[in-house]
């Protein structure tokens, strides 16, 4: 009944959405909560189709509002919970993401980013980023991982349930469509076979013993009387977030030491500026790339130093300056000159890329 | 196994005869490459042949990059164009009729199913399927996939789908694939075909792969070579 989902490695092909469920069942997750959203329906198909074996749960909500308080309800319990939406559901979502900032909640979400605003496409974009980093009614106490492929996916939706439960801020995996229907080879693994250790989790409410007199009462809250509490509650979240921030940042960068030109993009529309750096260098061009893989926190000082040599910085991303938006705040002061590469809801190619470089160069 | 009765004396080659043939399988098994090239095997041989997109959950996707190429040899390629599907977005995409009734089309008919497991369902959607007695249900395996990867997964699996009549070796691994990793697929799936008793029609891979396989598996499953359209596909 509760065997484990993966012996050994395994080497499998299969869509991003299928890669996200086994990355849970790897990671141990006790139960997802989800009401259904195109592009990330399959995560729910495939939980739901593999948990029988393995004795976890699913609990279908009447819309994202529930399926984001229900999975706040299922932290609570202590149990790694997590939810998966997109574009209006992420929307709703945020109402119950603010609530596990405030309470300092380690909730897992998948979100596979859709056209937007409103119900828009069904498919692809990168307009999921301001929402997902900072969407909440506060100060985006969060983490927000961009994978760029389906190993990734596994890796960081593995990961998130670590960062999530260490840190206790909610947690955030940003694919999107693409990666959400993709077919690519993924190496599929039990994470104590590579030494990875799921970080446990705990109750918060319903634990044994007589609150203040066997153990400390729980006092979760997300509601609060004066205005100095509340600020002064916040400063402590401030503070852990920014103690966190360098242990929990991620990114990734080449060629940029000698760089004119740097191109940043995260997510799938990296792997076209991957291959656009390869064939420009190939080409004699000084061009390299950045690529932040943690939205929040943000890899400002790593960006800003390459940013203070580069000339030019070309923004590539498939929304209308929501990356950009990050990156001009992290390095707010930079000599290099900002080219953007918007094109919202629609993919971005290594041609065009390649192209665009050469105009800007 | 349900209403379709197989036929006995079909057969992968039988050119004297229509062939109506749908792929059903998992995402990722295959079902669109073999069915393409299934299609334009018969185009080829000079066969009146109808190519049907019946994925009715995401049309388009799969067939709509080379569905003009597809034309150029001559079938007919049943699928929504995209400009005809701007403008429902998600409130529900509907079934185009022409391959509602696709089933009563002169000549041979291909229909490649899409969405996964639920998507063998779709036969229910389609007019004739009583009254199209040739009508093969293929079920493309990739056993490298997680859920059919195992003969007992596969198994339960064909369980779910309904009624099949043959099965396709497809295992691969993308990019990936070597004869070592087919080989083992057609062991998987040839035992399988044993404890079922339904055909493996044939082991089908990258033309690469299957020049190193040779003509026949480790099984003794015939070997078809695939020229691969996915990759310049959505997905």
């Known amino acids: 009944m509760s065997e484990k989902p993966i012996t050994g490695e395994k080497r499998a092909f299969m869509t991003g959405n ?3 469920a086994w990355a849970a069942l790897a990671a141990g997750a006790d139960i997802m909560y989800g009401y259904p959203i195109t592009p990330q329906n399959e995560i729910m198909h495939y939980w739901t189709r593999q948990i029988p074996k393995y004795g976890r749960k699913f609990l279908q909500t009447e819309d994202e509002l529930s399926a984001g ?29 603010s609530m596990a900032e405030m309470m300092r909640l380690p909730t897992v979400t998948i979100v596979q980013q859709r056209g937007g605003p409103s119900t828009a496409t069904v498919i692809y974009s990168q307009q999921e980023v301001t929402l997902t980093t900072m969407g909440g009614n506060g100060e985006g106490l969060r983490i927000v991982y961009s994978p760029s492929n389906h190993q990734e996916l596994f890796d960081y939706t593995i990961k998130a349930f670590n960062t999530a439960w260490k840190y206790r801020f909610p947690t955030f995996v940003l694919g999107d469509g693409y990666q959400a229907k993709m077919r690519e080879s993924v190496t599929l693994y039990d994470p104590a076979e590579r030494g990875i250790e799921m970080v446990p989790t705990e109750k918060y409410v319903g634990k044994p013993g007589t609150p ?49 030109l740097v191109i940043v993009a995260h997510g799938v529309v990296f792997r076209g500026v ?14 390299g790339y950045f690529r932040p893989i943690t939205l929040r926190p943000f890899p400002a000082e790593q960006l800003k130093a390459v ?50 470089v050469k105009e800007a160069l | 196994m349900g209403k379709l009765k197989p036929q006995k004396d079909w057969r992968w080659f039988t050119i004297s005869k229509r062939i109506v043939e749908a ?10 490459e073999v069915a393409v090239n299934r299609a334009l095997e018969l185009a080829r041989a000079g066969r009146k042949v109808n190519l049907v997109d019946l994925d009715i959950v995401e049309p388009c996707y799969t067939l709509r990059p080379i569905k003009k190429e597809l034309e150029e040899t001559g079938m007919t390629v049943l699928a929504w164009e995209t400009r005809d599907t701007v403008g429902l977005g998600e409130a529900g995409n ?22 996964g497991v639920e998507g063998a369902k779709t036969l229910n959607l389609l007019e004739g399927v009583e009254e199209t007695p040739e009508l093969q249900v293929l079920a493309v395996i990739n056993a490298k996939r997680p859920m059919t990867s195992t003969v007992e997964e596969i ?62 598996d480790c099984m003794g499953n015939t070997v078809r070579p695939l020229v691969r359209y996915m990759p310049r596909t959505f997905w």
């Open chain 1, 307 to 356: 940013a203070n040599k580069a000339k030019k910085l070309l923004i590539a991303e498939s929304a209308q300056g929501q990356l950009a938006r990050l990156i001009k705040d992290a390095i707010y002061g930079a000599s290099a000159e900002i080219v953007p590469m918007f094109r919202p809801g629609v993919g971005i190619t290594t041609e065009q890329i390649v192209a665009k």
């Open chain 1, 212 to 260: 203040g007199v066997d153990r400390d009462p729980g006092h979760y809250r997300n509601t609060y009387n004066t205005e100095e509490e509340l600020f002064e509650v916040l400063q402590k979240h401030f503070a852990d977030y920014e103690k966190m921030a360098p242990e929990v940042v991620e990114y990734a960068q080449e060629a940029v030491e000698d760089a004119d």
């Open chain 2, 23 to 32: 792929y059903v399988g998992e995402y990722a098994s295959g079902k669109s």
């Open chain 1, 274 to 287: 991957r291959d656009a750096v390869k064939e420009l260098r190939a080409e004699g061009l000084k061009v």
């Open chain 1, 18 to 20: 299928e890669v996200v």
């Open chain 2, 94 to 115: 509907i079934i185009k009729p022409e391959c509602r009734w696709a089933l009563y089309r002169e000549g041979d008919v291909i229909l490649d199913i899409g969405y």
């Open chain 2, 155 to 216: 198994l339960d699996y064909i369980k779910e789908l309904g009624p099949v009549h043959g099965l396709i070796n497809n295992t691969h691994l993308g990019d990936e694939t070597t004869p070592d990793i087919v080989q083992e697929g057609a062991r998987v799936v040839s035992e399988v075909s044993n404890i079922l008793g339904i055909p493996v029609v044939a082991t089908t891979a990258d033309q690469k792969v299957t020049k190193q396989i040779g003509p026949q």
């Open chain 1, 69 to 97: 308080f229900t999975t706040v309800g299922g932290v609570l319990a202590g149990l790694r919970a997590f939810t998966a939406t997109a574009g209006p559901g992420n929307t709703l979502m945020q109402e119950p993401m």
